[in-house]
């Protein structure tokens, strides 16, 4: 007798769905989009635009000079949180050497590892979130008016205006960590709900910024799941929802106008003649998702999104895959969601991220705990970087598309052969310079002793 999964004999899921068994294997597998199409047709259906990017990259320059008084480190970039793009060519020359395979075009990093305040991608959306809602509260009471300075916030009126409601998450860690300290910051009380893979380094953090923390037994989605009962008794109470939110997004979106700005810079041009991949690490999918559909609508055709995910916790793959997003999860299946991946150790996608995604992503891909520690002794020995697991998913990426034969058949679908030594991949590195030296020390010996 096979087993049944949400009605369905799992024979008939392998039958309809290939990739559900690879998956169900903890294969590492590189999945092609078929629901991706031109940036022209696939913006027809999109609830957001780019004019809701900009009106959020508006709302972060209206804050600048409030970061850049509170949080000091920020005055370097003008109170603008944005991270260094970086060419690692020896990384690439590694990997090619590992892999048997040679990479085309050239390689570089997105270090959001090393964003100010928060030191993870969750700093973009986690901190806007925050920001909006500060925002919002202080419009209602007249305060500040357009145009005003927003240091004000930062002024005794404000911090007790923001002390009487309450701003509540979920969180594996990273996002606790980004909404905990931009919310205590503020004035506001917090209160976020950690999972149990959870490191005790993040909970004690927050602790220290005077932050409540609420521990589960449970993953991710059972502390979001609670979370969200909790914050709806309580009328004073906002709950950021990692699953839904919009705004969220588009705060990570924002990331692409900033992006384009620094490829000028390098005068790195995307263009048909210059393709761009970006690989980025998915959890529940709002970073990636923001960051690629935000690219979508800066570069179109010419950019090439594609998530990575742990092979114990592929549920943006198995929601896109089965097209059944939020109404499956990868425990459905009978796959764990245990990872060392901080972030990334999620059972259940967002709903709201893989319908709006299925026209813009390229592909996904999953790869083992084990080659995430692996290239992570390898970016250190070779550049000298130090990031956290999760940060070295999107490393795999490139050596998938010089050898994954799936990989191959988009390029050739594309078009791209051509344009392939000029191509520019950019690896989404999420996370790592909070995270204690000892513990970014032990990462390194694991890997070194995998290699
Ligand atoms: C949260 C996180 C991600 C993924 O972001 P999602 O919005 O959950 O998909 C990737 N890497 C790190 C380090 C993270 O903390």
Sequence with gaps: MSNMILGKHEAEWHRQVPITADLQALKEICWINPGYVPVSQAVLDSPLSMADIRDAS????????????VFPETAATGGILESPLRRIDRMQAALERAYGCTIPGSLWLKMDSHLAISGSIKARGGIYEVLKTAEDIALRHGLPKPGD???????????????????????????????????????????????????????????????????????????????????????????????????????????????????????????????????LPCGVGGGPGGVAFGLKMVFGDHV???????????????????????????????????????????????????????????????????RMFRMLAQLVDTEDIRLEPSALAGMWGPVLSARDPAFAGYIARHGLQAAMPRANHIVWATGGSMVPRAELDSYYQKGKSLS
């Excluded at 508006?58 to 008084?69: G, H, S, T």
């Design 58 to 69: 508006d709302r972060l320059a209206r804050f600048a000079p409030y970061l850049m008084e």
């Design 149 to 279: 300075d927003y240091r004000v916030l930062a002024e005794d009126r404000f911090r007790q205006l923001f002390s009487q409601y309450e701003i509540a998450v979920g969180s594996t860690g990273n996002l606790g960590l980004s909404i905990g300290i931009m919310s205590a910051a503020l004035g506001f009380r917090v209160t976020v709900h950690m999972s149990a893979d959870a490191r005790q380094w993040k909970k004690d953090l927050l602790r220290q910024k005077g932050v409540q923390v609420v521990e589960y037994a449970a993953d991710y989605s059972v502390a979001i799941t609670q979370g969200r009962k909790l914050a709806l008794q309580n009328p004073m109470c906002i709950f950021i929802d990692d699953e839904n939110s919009q705004t969220l997004f588009l705060g990570y979106a924002v990331a692409a106008l900033r992006l384009a700005e620094q490829l000028r810079r390098e005068d790195i041009p995307v263009d048909a003649q210059h393709p761009l991949f970006v690989y």
């Design 304 to 370: 090439h999104a594609f998530f990575a995910e742990p092979t114990h916790a592929s549920c943006m793959v198995l929601g896109m895959a089965t097209r059944l997003h939020q109404a499956v999860s990868v425990q459905d299946f009978g796959i764990d969601s245990k990872t060392v991946a901080d972030g990334l150790a999620v059972g259940r996608p967002s709903g709201f991220v893989g319908r709006l995604m299925e026209p813009f992503l390229s592909g996904c891909y999953t790869l083992s705990d084990e």
